[in-house]
């Protein structure tokens, strides 16, 4: 199991275990976070089993889409961090059939003060 684990965790951005490896690292530890991710397997193993599915991974952007606004928290923060601003701002052809953009696209999270409307 620690082999799969391991090979798992260096699928980094790719896969939900190796996403999930990346955020459990700077908590745990690298060895806590591979016995973490055996566990994460096993559980995954013990539902297919039970429940006769076939095995779905979620994908390594699993996090950022579950809470996009928690992604855009972390991603200011860091920035924060090392001296940086960041502005957030929607992309026009990203987005074309979007009329307004979500209000936590909006939002400037360096200063806490809305955008001006367009």
Known sequence: MGTAAMAASRTRDC????????RLVPRLGKKKALVALEHSMLT?????????T???DLGG???AKHDPERAL???????????????FEP??????????????VQASFSDQTPLPAS
């Open 91 to 104: 992309i026009e052809l990203a987005c074309p059939e979007l009329t307004t953009a979500p209000t936590w």
């Open 73 to 87: 928290r972390r991603i200011t923060r860091q920035a924060n961090a090392r001296g940086l601003t960041v502005r």
């Open 61 to 63: 952007d699993y996090y």
């Open 44 to 52: 995954a193993v013990w539902h297919i089993l039970t429940d006769d």
């Open 15 to 22: 896969t939900y275990l190796g996403a999930r490896y990346m």
């Open 54 to 56: 076939a095995f779905h």
